[in-house]
């Protein structure tokens, strides 16, 4: 099973919970707590990058708005890792 990682790379006003999360997170976060009655991903803002490698693997990173800048980005993080279309969603993915 893997981790999945939502890279919330949209604005908006930032949510006490959790971790002051910008607000177009708080509809996927609602979605998994309604089908699992808890948050079972993490969010992270695109400046968290950086904690990614303290998470556990396979994961895959699922950004909420696409940008190829990010994917470069992760690219140059995990050279291991690879674009994928999943569910007709590119998200990056490290074995």
Do not use: D
């Not at 990614?52 to 708005?65: A, G, N």
């Not at 190829?68 to 998200?91: A, Y």
Request: aromatic share 10%.
């Amino acid at each position: 099973s893997f981790t999945k990682l939502v890279i919330v790379n949209e604005s908006g006003v930032p949510v006490p919970y959790p971790n002051g999360i910008p607000m177009p997170a708080q509809t996927p976060m609602f979605l998994e707590i309604s089908q699992s009655r808890k948050i079972e991903s993490y969010y992270l803002k695109p400046e968290e990058l950086w904690k990614i490698p303290y998470l556990k693997r396979p994961m895959v990173i699922i950004p909420m708005q696409e940008q190829e800048e990010l994917f470069q980005k992760l690219k140059l993080l995990f050279p291991n890792g690879k674009k994928e279309k999943i569910n007709n969603i590119n998200v990056y993915e490290l074995k």
